[in-house]
């Protein structure tokens, strides 16, 4: 069955309607999935298979049968080494069917057909019974349902139906349970994620200073959970203010309760400070007594954390509703909300303690709308005063007394500092209601609501009017767009560029005048293992699973580059990076497309893991913004990137095939293709050996 799906291109802006082939979804689902990640966590597998094992064991001891509940079976993975470990029978539920089916040809792979009944269905829709789904209760219950915060993948719902209707009383539960663990710190870096710093513009006249309305300021943000690779998070950017302090743990072998609930510790700040952050992670304990553990903690909690590298878990970090001045060793109550899906935080005073009614603490909702327009990379971005500076100091080059300014991006600054930079009309173009609203609220806590005037219209419907029939002499643009994913979507600007050219003077400047897509071949310490194929699995095949991953891959030969944080994925370079196309934004989008080939030599020895790509902006001649690659910090090649932007990468096939990954590549080919019709970048790369 084919749907057909309107959506507008993020490049070029147009809408257009896209033939869905019924498994798209699930191609781009099982292609981008986690699964490929959890089968590479060694620490993870071992971990569960121990768990499985001990509770075996211990039901067998018993004298029982041993039949295990499997929810979420994925692969089957823990279904087939509690078969291995002797369990009599595994139910193996999983909802996702292509999943289900890959568990049904896995399990019979490894020859477990007779002791594994995978059964694709969600968990709350098994049935129990002679005729049902299941033959009786199980005695052993088996998951892996958590994500990064824990219980965001509905982990407790789920137990919580599981212990009502699937399984025995007294069953044995691996994981046994799990504990989330906090730690209150001081990040300027973090805290730059959530509220917006005033923003200082040296002006000819004097500095100005662009503040935050105050509904923005005390907004507490979104519910949505932060979550990053927290052991890439250098100890200079935060100050610890507490130890380490448990705040829940659930008992998976109990029945468990999903409704709402709060927790609350006492903690002694062991450093004056600023309490901004909440960080926090987990660990769980696979058998009751507590000695097969596989935690979560970062770098400084325990030492060999980095060694054990995952990104389908990682560390969370929430922002306190405000930030709150602490003294050392003063009495803290820090309380923890959580409902079925989410966890927020809130610190209290221990004088405040009295106040009892005050312990229900509601979710953080975002009633600024700032916080739905920016995502924090974006409030990260916002509060970036170096990059500021070069808006600034191009804006100063080129704006006129007699100015007439229009910006294209969506929820910018640059028209105040081109207002405050001396421009003699400012018009700004919003893309959606939310930005308007949010950019209303800027320009008048700043004074500006009848120095900067909003417009709410797509490009190409920009009238006189709207300029009060003036033509624009300086169009600017971060540009920043919040439909782009891919660096390269942030060329929209080019497209709204051409949209406009007939409102703009026969000599206009146009700020960046031109943008580039840099290349550069990496060699990841881990990213690579997300996209690479697993083989065997603690001893079972699982290649099933990555022929099914390189088959969407392949799907409508659509492999492609994906975006990835790269300030929290080590690499190094292999080679120099590389200018591959222009854009020139002084002109219109061409009719024809734009493409380069050619070859890059590989400098340093390592593993060619893929080419990582990238946009930079020359706002003038002599001043450019990076978005990707910012330095590379030694002889060793290693990299520095821009912290508040995604960078592109690109997966060799030498990564995606299991091939074995050369040493000896001494050069990559390359043919990059950018359509400018469809907006897309297409490319293509060889790694090249010399022989003899
Ligand atoms: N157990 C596998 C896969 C874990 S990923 C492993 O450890 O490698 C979690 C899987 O659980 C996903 O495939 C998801 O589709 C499935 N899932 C989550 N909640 C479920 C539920 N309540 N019932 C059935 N499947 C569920």
């Known amino acids: 069955m084919k749907t057909f799906c309107g959506r507008a291109n993020p490049t070029t802006g147009a809408m257009e309607w896209v033939e869905e082939d019924e498994n798209y979804d699930y191609h781009q689902e099982i292609a981008r999935s986690r699964y490929a990640d959890m089968l590479h966590d060694k620490d993870r597998n071992t971990k569960y298979y121990q768990g499985i094992r001990a509770a075996v064991s211990r039901v067998k001891e018993r004298g029982e049968k041993a039949i295990v509940l499997d929810i979420g079976t994925g692969t089957g993975l823990l279904s087939m080494m509690a078969a291995a470990a002797g369990a009599d029978f595994c139910y193996a539920i999983e909802v996702f069917k292509p999943m289900a089916n890959a568990a049904v040809k896995i399990v019979e792979k490894n020859g477990f057909r007779d002791k594994i009944k995978v059964i694709n269905k969600h968990s709350t829709e098994v049935t129990v019974g002679p005729d049902g789904d299941m033959q009786c209760r199980a005695n052993i219950l088996v998951t892996e349902l958590f994500d990064t915060e824990l219980i965001g993948e509905g982990a407790l719902p789920t137990y919580e139906h599981a212990h009502k209707y699937l399984v025995q009383e007294g069953c044995e539960a691996v994981p046994h349970r799990a504990t989330v663990y906090v730690q209150l710190v001081e990040s300027k870096r973090m805290w730059s994620w959530n509220k917006l710093f005033p923003v200082r513009v040296e002006a000819e006249d004097g500095e100005k200073i662009i503040v935050s309305p105050s509904e923005v300021e005390k907004c507490p943000g979104v519910p949505s959970v932060c979550d990053i690779q927290l052991n890439q998070m250098p100890s200079s950017d935060f100050t610890i203010l507490s ?49 097969i553990n596989c935690t979560m903690a970062p770098y400084w909690v325990k030492s060999t954390s980095a060694s054990q590298w995952r990104d389908h878990w990682m560390q969370c970090v929430y922002f306190l509703p405000n930030e709150e001045p602490v003294l050392q060793g003063e009495q803290l109550y820090l309380t923890a909300c959580r409902d079925e899906y989410s966890v927020w935080y809130k610190l209290q005073k221990a004088r405040e303690e009295e106040n009892k009614a005050d312990v229900r603490v ?83 806590a700043n004074n500006l609501e009848d120095k900067i005037k909003i417009i709410e219209a797509r490009p190409e419907l920009l009238t006189p009017s709207h300029l009060k029939d003036q033509k624009i002499s300086v169009l600017v643009g971060e540009p920043f767009f919040t439909t782009s994913l891919l660096p390269w979507h942030n060329l929209y600007f080019w497209y709204a560029r051409t949209a406009v050219s007939r409102h703009l003077t026969s000599d206009a400047t146009v700020l960046p005048q031109s943008a580039s897509l840099h290349m550069m071949i990496v060699e990841f310490q881990d990213l690579w293992r997300i996209r690479s194929p697993c083989g065997t699995c603690e001893g079972f095949d699982v290649r099933t699973m990555d022929d099914m991953i390189q088959n969407s891959l392949n799907f409508r030969e659509s492999k492609e580059a994906e975006p990835h944080p790269l300030w929290e994925y080590p690499c190094k370079s292999l080679s120099d990076p590389q200018q591959v196309l222009t854009f020139d934004f002084r002109e219109t989008v061409p009719p024809h497309g734009l493409s380069t080939e ?44 821009n912290p508040h932007c995604k960078q592109a990468v690109y997966f060799f096939s030498s990564v995606t095939e299991s091939q074995t990954l050369s040493e000896f590549s001494t050069a990559v080919k390359y043919a990059i293709n950018f359509d400018t019709k469809t907006g897309e970048i297409a490319m293509d790369f060889k790694l090249l050996e010399t022989t003899g």
């Not at 790509?613 to 060793?636: C, F, P, R, V």
């Open 598 to 641: 050619g070859s890059v030599h590989l400098l340093r020895k390592g593993q060619s893991h893929g080419a990582v790509l990238w946009m930079e902006y020359h706002l003038t001649a002599d001043i450019s913004i990076s978005t990707g690659l910012t330095q590379i910090s030694n002889e060793k090649g290693n990299c520095e990137w």
């Open 243 to 291: 130890d380490v302090v448990t705040m829940f743990s659930v008992d998976f072998s109990k029945p468990v309760r999903s409704a709402s609930a709060c927790y609350r510790v006492q903690l002694e700040p062991v450093r004056s400070g600023k309490a901004q952050i909440v960080l926090s992670w987990w660990d769980i304990d696979m058998d009751p007594s507590g000695t």
């Open 362 to 444: 509601e979710s953080p909702v975002c009633r600024c709308q700032a916080h739905l327009l920016w995502n924090r990379p974006r409030f990260g971005q916002l509060n970036d005063q170096n990059r500021t500076c070069q808006y600034v100091k191009s804006l100063m080059k080129v704006l006129k007394a007699d100015s007439v300014c229009l910006c294209v991006s969506d929820g910018s600054l640059l028209p105040v500092l081109a207002h405050h930079l001396g421009a003699q009309q400012v018009f700004t173009l919003e893309n959606s209601a939310v930005s308007c609203s949010v950019m209303q609220k800027f320009f008048k």
